[in-house]
Structure formats: C-alpha cells, structure tokens
C-alpha cells in the first residue's frame, strides 16, 4: 500500500465513521472503521508509516468522539506496533485472520480506553461495557471483512 492510498483510507474512513455508521448502529454500537485503518496500515507498511498513520487515526477519532481528548492518538500507535510485532510471527494474509486480528483490537482498544476513562473518572456500569465492548468488537470484525476484501 502507497503512503498516499493509506492517507486517502484513513481520511475515507474517518468521514464514514461520523456520518454514514451513525445511521447504522446497532444496539447503538457501530463499528470502528478508523481501527480498521490502524491494522490495515499496520499489515501494509512499514513502521514508521504505519505509526504515522496510526497517530493520524486516533486524532480523527478524538476528534470526532466524546471521550477524553488523546487516548485514541496513545492507543493506535501502541496497537499498530503490536501487530507489526505479531505480523512478524503470525502470518495474517487471509479474511478470517484479518477479521480476528481487528475482533482483539477492539476488544484491547475497548479495554483500554474504558480503564483510561474510569481512571479519570467516569464509571461506566460493568454490564453496559461488556454489552458495549463485545458488539462493538464483532460488528468491527464483521465490516472489516468487507473493507478487506475492498482495500487488500
């Protein structure tokens, strides 16, 4: 994947995560599209691109979202370098790989950012995180499979 491509997926991605997935939500959950970049970047370039383009994604998504400003610009670039880590070890080249890879992002992102925000001091009941985290995770991996097979 050329440097430009990326840039013009993140930016795609980040358009339709704010406007069109807001129509289809389910349970209110849509997927994350922007941390489907994050991993596509990861398994396409080199590190420092990818790290890049990591960065560029979590701003996008702090932009656009209603947490605490910067925990997706520390959270993608952490989850990029870890599956460029993994992709030395696991050969991930095929849909079903792809789409399990994206699942246990989300789940880690999810994780993550709901201890980064109880820390600061919104709680969140346990029952609604886990509702939250584990359709967010499926409904991503679902759609990842789609946006794999259209930019791979």
């Known amino acids: 994947m050329k440097k430009s ?4 997926i993140v930016i795609i991605l980040a358009i339709l995560q704010v406007t069109i997935l807001n129509h289809l939500r389910i349970f209110s959950v849509k997927p994350d599209l922007l941390l489907i970049a994050v991993v596509l970047t990861a398994l ?11 960065i560029l994604a979590g701003i996008f998504k702090d932009i656009f979202s209603i947490n605490a400003f910067g925990v997706n610009t520390v959270l993608f670039p952490i989850w990029s370098f870890l599956i460029i880590k993994l992709s030395k070890e696991v050969s991930i080249e095929d849909n079903p790989a792809f789409a399990v890879l994206v699942f246990i992002t989300v ?19 346990l029952g609604i995180f886990l509702r939250v985290a584990f359709l967010e995770s499926l409904y991503t991996a679902l759609v990842s499979s789609l946006a794999f097979r259209f930019i791979r």
């Open 44 to 54: 396409s370039l080199e590190l420092k691109q990818a790290l890049f383009f990591s």
């Open 5 to 8: 491509a990326a840039l013009l």
């Open 107 to 125: 789940v880690f992102n999810d994780i993550a950012a709901r201890l980064i925000n109880l820390t600061l001091g919104n709680f969140i009941p």
